[in-house]
């Protein structure tokens, strides 16, 4: 197969700052490939495979970041991450298991652009259907109108506060730039601009003794509280996506109603967190983890895609070709990408 378009994820960026692992240590290998998630086309067929390959020669397809399942599906080693012996999507061509390769619906209605993000809708399709279904077993009969779902973090955020609007909620999302406050609130999203509260992240090491920063961090939070509980009637937040992790966590916490759901596919600035058990048993919290989605449920993800058009809104990805490869990284690693869905063109079609 040859990769056409593919979408740089905050995994790449992870594998690149060997952090929080090592991938090449962890495979055993010198050198890894990147590159999990985008639009390829299949060049060749082994037609030795039999009957179960389900792909021909010209498809256009969307690679599974599948490289290790466990028994029931689930992804426990990613393809081009840390799975030993994959190669990914910044190689111009390569060899590829079928099953990890699902066909583009036939005379899609949305561009191979659009497509591209994929992964973020996939992921947030199965984090949202968990965090959801957790917080009915305790909230059963409630009009979701009367709750807030919030959100901070990038792509896959956006996509779990559209579904949680088609389910009826309130959405709010934290955004920091003028690009993106305009982008939320023209898909129905309330932009909560996180410019406003400067310094709401925790202290760092080198932080820890300089008074006027918990200052102004007391400060940020207390503000930040007083919104969430304006957007919400005064409860708090009813299912809080939390996709950054460790500098906000504990505002996360904080800001989350009684029988809150805290839900997370994703530690973008630190998966190490820590919480007092008995505050969050007392407040009935449930805390929702997920990683990737199930791979038999991917088929289901993209015709969902497909008929209701919840995906990458037109124009609204930036694409780098792929000799500046370099370039997209160092943007996306400091903060100097505006849109949601940062892509790269390998073989353009």
Request: net charge neutral; hydrophobic share 40%.
């Amino acid at each position: 197969m040859e990769p056409i378009i593919g979408s740089w994820e905050a995994n790449m960026d992870h594998a690149l700052t060997r952090s929080p692992i090592d991938v090449c240590s962890s495979r055993g290998e010198d050198a890894v490939v990147l590159g999990n998630l985008g639009v390829v086309r299949v060049l060749k067929v082994n037609a030795g495979r039999g009957k179960n390959v389900r792909i021909r020669e010209g498809d256009l397809c969307l690679l599974m970041p599948f490289g290790v399942t466990d028994r029931f599906g689930y992804a426990e080693l990613a393809h081009a991450y840390d799975a030993p012996g994959t190669i990914g999507l910044l190689a111009r061509q390569s060899k590829m298991d079928a099953r990890l390769l699902l066909p583009l619906p036939a005379d899609t209605a949305h561009s191979l652009s659009q497509w591209a993000s994929y992964g973020r809708y996939f992921t947030a399709w199965d984090n949202w259907s968990k965090a959801y279904g957790c917080w009915r077993t305790q909230i059963p009969d409630d009009d979701p109108a009367g709750h807030l779902v919030f959100g901070w973090g990038g792509g896959v955020a956006f996509a779990e506060l559209l579904l949680a609007r088609r389910a009826g909620f309130r959405v709010a999302m934290a955004a920091g730039s003028n690009e993106r406050v305009a982008f939320l609130r023209e898909h129905g999203i309330t932009p909560v601009d996180r410019r406003r509260f400067p310094a709401l992240s925790r202290p760092t090491r080198r932080e820890q003794a300089d008074r006027e920063r918990h200052e102004q961090r007391r400060k940020s939070v207390e503000d930040f509280l007083h919104l969430t509980r304006d957007l919400s009637d005064g409860h708090g937040v009813a299912i809080f996506v939390d996709n950054i992790g460790e500098p906000l966590y504990d505002v996360t916490l904080g800001a989350l109603a009684r029988q809150g759901v805290v839900t997370t596919c994703g530690w973008k600035a630190g998966m190490r967190l820590t919480h007092l058990r008995g505050a969050e048993s007392i407040s009935r919290h449930l805390h929702v983890n997920t990683h990737v989605w199930r791979l038999s449920d991917s088929p289901t993800i993209r015709d969902f895609q497909e008929t209701e058009g919840w995906m990458a809104p037109a124009g609204s990805d930036v694409l780098y070709g792929f000799d500046r490869v370099p370039d997209l990284a160092d943007d996306y690693a400091n903060g100097r990408i505006g849109s949601y869905f940062p892509t790269y063109g390998v073989n353009p079609l």
